[in-house]
């Protein structure tokens, strides 16, 4: 990585998502998942995503659990695993073709700067998609990034290409699984909702094996940041309790600066390191399994 705001990104040819035009945008541009199979970007994130929503059942969740949750795959540190982000970028994205260490670097670097006293809010924001290196160990895109939502129940109306796009996962017809409440009793709450699997999840966990010291209120902002059914949709209501309302407005405020910081201005990754070792090393330090 290089010096005065510049970084060498990986050759483009074995970037895990090889698309290399980004634009700024206005807010209201983000999130954009119109359909046209005309421009090459929109129509890989709507792949990414029916894939995504065709495989994704209860079933294929619990397996993943399973095999992630083993946390014998490789061991790393959390700089290790970040740097690995240098040759991802993130097939469900509209957003940004940058690779993900980058997006990493502009989230913490906002936030730092909203609320300098935070350190640990700082930390949250540079690993927070750190559960993306399952891509760099056999699996699928669709498996690892985008939106999560809630498995075991009626689909959430607001998740991404809505019903149309779960038309081939079985659960879809599954009587244990396809109704409003599905496999859930009402008022279950959050930590009790079967997510599907991805980065948001897997994070969470490895934190918690690994005994990370941050607190609590980071964990769930990694949990949960990619939840948009929940706590930008609306969905799940019926399954939620008081205590996390509190949880989504944490979620909230996280993810405006994951979410609008997204751009194509490079921070000085190099210059950037040593604060965010320190950083590492007093909540996440040494050699972790994943």
């Known amino acids: 990585m290089g010096k005065n705001n510049t970084i060498q990104l ?43 929503h065709s495989n994704m059942t209860v079933d294929f969740v619990r397996a993943k659990m399973d095999k992630w949750l083993k946390f014998n795959h490789f061991k790393a540190s959390v700089k290790e695993a970040l740097v690995r ?3 991802l970028v993130d097939e469900s994205d509209p957003d940004t073709a940058l690779p993900n260490i980058v997006h990493a670097f502009q989230t ?15 930390l949250t924001g540079l690993i927070h ?28 109306r607001s998740i991404v290409y809505g019903d149309d796009s779960f038309k081939a996962n079985p659960d879809t017809y599954n009587p244990k699984y396809n109704s409003e409440y599905g ?24 934190l918690i094996h690994n005994n990370s010291t941050l607190p609590k209120k980071a964990l769930y902002m990694i949990r949960y940041h990619s939840f948009y059914p929940w706590h930008a949709g609306g969905d799940y209501k ?17 993810n405006k600066y ?8 490079i921070p000085d990754i ?13 909540y996440v330090p040494g050699v972790l399994k994943w």
């Not at 859930?184 to 969470?204: A, F, Q, T």
């Open 10 to 52: 990986v050759d483009p040819s074995v970037l895990l998502r090889p698309e290399a035009v980004y634009d700024g945008k206005l807010v209201s541009a983000f999130r954009n998942y119109d359909v046209d199979e005309e421009d090459p970007v929109k129509a890989r994130v709507r792949r990414t995503y029916y894939d995504m």
């Open 85 to 87: 982000l240098n040759a």
């Open 108 to 122: 913490a670097e906002r936030i730092r700067a909203d609320h300098p006293h935070d350190d640990w809010l700082h």
């Open 129 to 156: 998609d750190l559960g993306k290196v399952m891509a760099f160990y056999g699996e699928p895109q669709w498996c690892v990034v985008g939106d999560t939502f809630a498995v075991g129940c009626r689909w959430g």
């Open 183 to 206: 496999m859930y009793r009402p008022g279950c709450g959050l930590e009790n909702i079967l997510m599907s699997w991805g980065h948001d999840e897997y994070l969470y966990r490895v």
């Open 238 to 254: 019926h399954l939620l309790t008081e205590k996390d309302e509190e949880i989504r407005q944490a979620v909230l405020e996280f």
């Open 258 to 265: 994951d979410l609008y910081t997204k751009s194509a201005e």
């Open 270 to 282: 190099d210059a950037l390191w040593p604060y965010y070792e320190s950083l590492i090393d007093k």
